[in-house]
């Protein structure tokens, strides 16, 4: 039997821990670094990456 995670907030990559709640937050100063931070994440978790604007990426399992 194989259990998999569908339709959840998975993570969040911010410059702000104080801007996301409730999920695990992954820190990062610049926009670049933020895009590279999600990209990755996206991949090994088998994801996909939304902005929420304001310095905040959300890793969204579909």
Not at 28 to 52: F, M
């Amino acid at each position: 039997m194989e259990v998999t995670i569908q339709k959840a907030v998975l993570c969040a990559v911010s410059d702000d821990l104080g801007k996301v709640a409730g999920l695990p937050v992954f820190l990062a100063g610049d926009d670049a670094s933020r895009q590279e931070k999600a990209r990755y994440l996206a991949r090994i978790l088998q994801a996909t990456v939304h902005d929420l604007g304001d310095g905040v990426l959300i890793v969204v399992k579909h």
